[in-house]
């Protein structure tokens, strides 16, 4: 699993005054996922009939619901694959059985972690000063989310990586191709046209190289997030964005008698999004709008709309802010690993580009 360490004063500046979302299962969900031994790659090696236990027909159902390799099985909840399959007990024995197949361990020595960590690779974001405050670009095995008020720059930023992570890896990004949830109807090709002309790549290699999928609803998003395991393996997806990830829970359920509910959804939507980052060493960006005071961007009265799910489900947060102009001010919270502070980039026909300080 990426770190999902917060630092406590941080989740005090984001609080969202709804009520305390801790409760909720937050975490205990993620967990559902063993942690790994370090030097685990996506591998496509094992076929599920390669399970003890796992015959033609048990193989057939569980290709069937999206489960390709032994790896898929040996990440599985034990509730979602009993759905599968009838039972827990026998979930339970498929997904140990795969396990030791796949070489999945529970317990995994600190020089495994940082093996592990060695193992992620960066996005370049296509802008030099952020790619420096984000010690080298967007990072795969991890959720970064983009907050920010309407205009900062989110949609702009996901258009932008959308068409990086395409680039070899010589020009910082991963060969790979990206899969785009849009849940807000504003995903627009023409961008993707001009942000890959500017970065050298042929519009419509660029334009094929991304996956849409329009999510009319929160349990729809939820749907295309488990049915893109069946996607991402083959396609070569490195890079997986949600825009946005809260606006349909937060309109479906609305005010502090259905909050209980909502951030079960949401918890249990992001520890999806956390596994298949780590499975397939994607990268996971999610935007989130954020309710801000004119006058103090940073202080306490800024509210990701998310509340605190999100902080603790989120490796990176980045919040955007507009400056003059077209000009976009990022900060990088809670990090584990960056100290924060700023970058400046511009927003332009071109896509996101460095800009002068401010
Ligand atoms: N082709 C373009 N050239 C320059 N600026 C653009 C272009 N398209 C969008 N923008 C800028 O991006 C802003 C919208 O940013 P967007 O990424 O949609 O914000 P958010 O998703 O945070 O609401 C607009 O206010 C506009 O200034
Ligand atoms: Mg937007």
Redesign the pocket.
Known sequence: MPQVRRREKASEEVEEPIGNEEDTEATTEPSAAPVTTALQSPSQSYDVEEIEGVGRVTAQKLRESGYNTALDVAYAGVKELADVLGSEDRARQIIAAAQRLVGLNNFVTALEVYERKRNVQYISTGVKALDELLGGGIETRAITELA?E????????CHQLSVMVQLPEDKGGLKGKALFIDTEN?FRPE?IV?IAKYRGLDPKEALKNIFYARAYNSDHQMLIIDEAKKIIPKENIRLIVIDSLVAHFRSEYPGRENLAERQQKLNHHIAQLLKLADIYNAAVVV?NQVIAQPDMFFGNPLKPAGGNVIAHGATYRIW?RKGKE?IRVARILDSPMHPESEATFK???EGLIDGEPQ
């Not at 309407?150 to 930023?157: C, D, V």
Request: no cysteine; aromatic share 12%.
């Open positions: 920010g309407f205009g900062s720059g989110k949609t702009n930023f504003t961008r001009q935007t955007l077209n927003i332009t026909e």
